[in-house]
């Protein structure tokens, strides 16, 4: 299976690097044309089936992407969805590091071992995100499945496959509007073919 995870488009929060949580902010127009170009480059690349995170910008990125695609629909996924960020949702990340510093250094530096106040524990999100992934796996054999998600969801899921420890969670690069490839099943095994990727997918998706 050919796992291609995209980042929502860009919101009016996320320049203010304000947590939105599940608050239902809409694209602007940077993330529409985010989502635009991504519908352009994966144009030509067969896609079987499109998850996405429940949250609306996620849900809106998916549904532009696969625009023209009569044969598919976007199919909410709740195990992708972004972080319960608890009494940090409506702060900047800013006013978390002064307010709550301790639990925003171990966010960032020991992911493994922190729970957001109010809210979800990384570990556990880890968890959800790469259940619900294993679930595809079994469903969509040898087809290429796209996955509309949130930044930090998206990177638990590559460092998983990776095997690389929760703790470097932000030693992964995941904008808005961009693309990861993680192909299961190659010659030399699972391997990452794409991180935070602007560009045509067709040379990357084409063998």
């Not at 972004?82 to 006013?95: H, N």
């Not at 690069?173 to 095994?189: E, I, K, P, Q």
């Amino acid at each position: 299976m050919d796992l291609l995870l995209v980042r929502h488009g860009q919101t009016d929060w996320n320049p203010q690097q304000k947590i939105m949580g599940p608050h239902p902010i809409p694209l602007n127009q940077t993330g529409i044309q985010q989502a635009q170009n991504l519908r352009d480059w994966l144009k030509g690349v067969p896609i079987h089936a499109v998850y996405s995170s429940p949250m609306a910008r996620a849900v809106e990125t998916a549904s532009i992407i696969i625009e023209g695609r009569k044969n598919l629909q976007v199919m909410p996924e709740k195990g992708v969805a972004e972080i319960d960020y608890g009494k940090w949702i409506g702060m900047t990340f800013g006013d978390v590091e002064k307010k709550y510093n301790k639990e925003y250094y171990d966010y960032r530096f020991r992911a493994s071992t922190v729970k957001v106040p109010g809210g979800e524990a990384v570990v556990d999100v880890q968890k959800r995100c790469v259940a619900a992934i294993e679930k595809m796996r079994a469903n969509h054999v040898g087809e290429k499945v796209l996955v509309v998600s949130h930044a930090d969801v998206l990177k638990a899921i590559i460092i998983h496959y990776l095997g690389v420890s929760l703790d470097h969670l932000q030693c992964v690069g995941s904008d808005n509007g961009s693309l990861a490839v993680y192909r299961f099943g190659t010659d030399w095994g699972d391997r990452l073919m794409a991180l935070n990727y602007f560009g045509d997918m067709r040379k990357i998706l084409s063998w």
